[in-house]
């Protein structure tokens, strides 16, 4: 079983920046894509970044070039730099991974989800 921790969520001031990361542990065999949804009460999970295993980043309209998606191989982990935030961004912000197990079925982790407000 493979699981994700995440950290790096908080409350910033509008303009402010943050950087959350996701880990996994467990028993890993290979990692495919990995990204980030967010989602605020009463409203639809929205997908935000994604990253998959060749290194393609894609990203939400709403991101607008404010947000970095990058991950180490290394360290089995993800990150997600949030730039120029705005209250509109306020959400808690899910991690995902993609992983392959050693017969090559794939199934995707989730983090536990952190809040990230952004106000005055």
């Known amino acids: 079983q493979v699981q994700l921790a995440e950290s790096g969520g908080g409350s910033v001031q509008p303009g402010g920046s943050l950087k959350l990361s996701c880990t996994a542990s467990?028993?890993?065999?290979?990692?495919?894509?990995m990204g980030w949804y967010r989602q605020v009460p009463g409203r639809q999970r929205e997908k935000v970044a994604e990253?998959?295993?060749?290194?393609?980043?894609n990203y939400a309209d709403f991101v607008r070039g404010r947000f970095t998606i990058s991950r180490d191989y290394a360290k089995n982990a993800h990150y997600l730099q949030l730039n120029n935030l705005t209250p509109e961004d306020t959400a808690i912000y899910f991690c995902?991974?993609?992983?392959?197990?050693?017969?090559?079925?794939?199934?995707?982790?989730w983090g536990q989800g952190m809040q990230v407000t952004v106000s005055l």
């Open positions: 467990g028993h890993i065999v290979r990692i495919n894509a």
């Open positions: 995902y991974q993609d992983h392959d197990d050693t017969s090559g079925f794939g199934e995707r982790f």
């Open positions: 990253m998959n295993s060749g290194g393609r980043r």
